[in-house]
């Protein structure tokens, strides 16, 4: 794999409390695991189980209650060391998509000149470039999650965090966003930190899948996805494919009923 | 396609609201004419249309509406602009909104007119007391939309904006403000009318000049017909206020105006 720059992350013993006024409640408890450079992490894990916790926590918006988050390389001056893609409703109503893309940069104090220049290949990327100055109303939901992309790509952060970017999407529209960010990603090598609760995309995106527990949620397993690149929708026919799909389902299952008491 | 579908739309609603006022209106000058209506109380529109001329000529009806115009801007500008800026603060900050806001709940429903008394004891019966209470008029407005403006603006927004490492300046200018400009719109307009209503009522009670002091002075010496002039005209200038500001917010805030109209 063609490594560029040394990014890369690693989580020791992270947990995260939240207080509430029932007492406390263990979010998180002693997550410990490793993303080398432009490595494609997923992580799976029964619902509540503290997933978009650990995100946020990774992306600096909240502290961990103890452990340690390292970035293999210091934030050099102003670029976001993340960059966080949400479900849905993470863009900025009141910008057009060229305001949205370029945010990170707009607050990295770049020009208007130098936005333009660097968000221009990343709006074409992902072929909205006839929707420069559309509003995010104006476009689909799955427009919208391109925009979502191309803005996070645009920021050239270390680390890409994905929260179920594709989880409001219908079927077809998911594969076709599934294939065009893997082909994006590929072109720009970075880590990725992708949470899904559909264990087909975890297998056809990731390099590597953990597989989280119930609340308070840790990693059970890490499962290494050994499918060459670049792959195609082909691969969900294979029969690993569709054994390790049995075996992240079987733990997932156990886990929430487990929760279910 | 959708804009001339309103176009059209609005086109047919005007003409249809033409007719009808061409239509009230010859039944009137009929009437009267005929004389089952006392010309004294509703005097003909012909008459009324020659009063206007008149007045607009000897600069009488010129003049009052400069004055009521002037006060309604002074207005919105000492109350809307303070308004504005305890609206911002006070949808920023949970503390301060806690703080403030029992004080804005009580004086909020208070009929501003009758404060006028009370203010003409402290500040004299001068121009000042009138400012004071159409100020007073347009500040709640402002304040209390602007306020619920900054509070609807989702924690995503704030979340992507810290992501992407916004300073305090731009997440006020790239999210506070432009999330909450819609509303703000909303209340600018409200003010505006506020401010229009109170001004015509204190000149009703206490002033020289002014569309309202018009209004009176014509119903003490019984010129119905200057009655009726004064009244159409602080109607127009009701109907443009709203017109302009629908204008200005689609002009200012085109990711909601569209689906305002």
Known sequence: MNLTGHSGLTCQGVSKTYQTKNGPISALKDVSFHVKEGEFVCIVGPSGCGKTTLLKLIAGLLEPSSGHILFNQDSQDGISRSALVFQEHGLFPWMTVLGNVAFGLEMRGKGRKERWDLSRPFIEKVGLSGFVNNYPHELSVGMRQRVGIARAFVADPQILLMDEPFGSLDAQTKLILQEELLKIWRENQKCVVYITHDIEEALFLGDRVLVMTARPGHIREEIPIPFSRPRDLSIKERIDFVKMKGHIWKILEEEVRNSCG | ?261
């Open chain 2, 1 to 261: 396609m959708k804009e001339n579908h309103r176009l059209f739309g609005f086109m047919r609603e005007g003409w249809l609201t033409l007719l009808i006022i061409f239509f009230v209106t010859i039944t009137w000058e009929l009437v009267v004419y005929i004389g089952w209506l006392s010309s004294l109380f509703f005097p003909p529109p012909s008459v009324i249309v020659v009063t206007f001329i008149k007045l607009i000529i000897n600069n009488k009806l010129v003049d009052n509406t400069g004055v009521t115009l002037w006060r309604v801007f002074l207005g919105l500008v000492l109350g809307g602009i303070p308004g504005l800026i305890l609206g911002l603060t006070m949808g920023w900050s949970r503390r301060l909104y806690l703080l403030i806001n029992p004080f804005i709940a009580a004086g909020h429903p208070i009929p501003k007119i009758a404060i006028l008394p009370l203010i003409m004891i402290i500040f004299g019966i001068g121009e000042s007391s009138k400012i004071i209470v159409i100020a007073m008029a347009a500040f709640f407005p402002l304040l209390i939309n602007t306020a619920a403006g900054v509070q609807q603006i989702s924690p995503i927004h704030f979340e992507v904006a810290k992501n992407y490492g916004a300073k305090l300046t731009k997440i006020f200018t790239r999210v506070i403000f432009p999330g909450s400009l819609p509303l703000m719109l909303t209340g600018l307009r409200l003010s505006l009318n506020f401010a229009l209503l109170v001004a015509i009522a204190v000149e009703l009670v206490s002033a020289q000049k002014g569309l309202g002091a018009m209004n009176w002075l014509a119903w003490q010496t019984l010129r119905t017909e200057e009655l009726y002039v004064s009244l159409i005209v602080t109607a127009l200038l009701g109907i443009f206020f709203n017109f302009f500001l629908q204008r200005l917010a689609v002009y200012l805030a085109p990711w909601k105006a569209e689906q305002r109209i």
